[in-house]
């Protein structure tokens, strides 16, 4: 994070409010168009995802939710990030734009 513009407690310079900085944070991320990149340890995505949070002020709960075909992630991805807290959701691959749809009605109810 050194380096990358980001100043602690601040966004866009702003300092957070204070009834959002025990806020619970949820995350949904399309795991199949943006996949853990080559060589990252992915026992670190959501250490450094809840990290990042705490250093722009935001220390409530954290969950985060990978949506994609489980089929297409390797056997170790899927043991690093699952016990790391990261849920994994299978969503069959073959309809279009299926992951999306389900992260959609994730957020919806």
């Known amino acids: 994070m050194a380096g990358d513009g980001l100043k602690a407690g601040f966004l866009g310079g702003k300092a957070e409010e204070p009834r959002y900085e025990a806020a ?5 991320w ?3 168009n943006c996949q853990v990149p080559r060589g990252c340890d992915a026992h670190a995505i959501a250490p450094n995802i809840n990290a990042t ?3 722009m002020n935001y220390n409530g709960p954290v969950t985060i939710s990978a949506y994609g075909d489980t089929n297409h992630i390797p056997s170790y991805i899927q043991r690093a990030l699952s016990s790391t807290g990261i849920s994994l959701n299978h969503v069959p691959a073959g309809a279009k734009d299926a992951g999306d749809k389900k992260i959609l009605v994730d957020i919806l109810f």
């Open 24 to 28: 619970k944070t949820l995350v949904w």
């Open 30 to 32: 399309d795991i199949e």
């Open 53 to 55: 949070l705490m250093k």
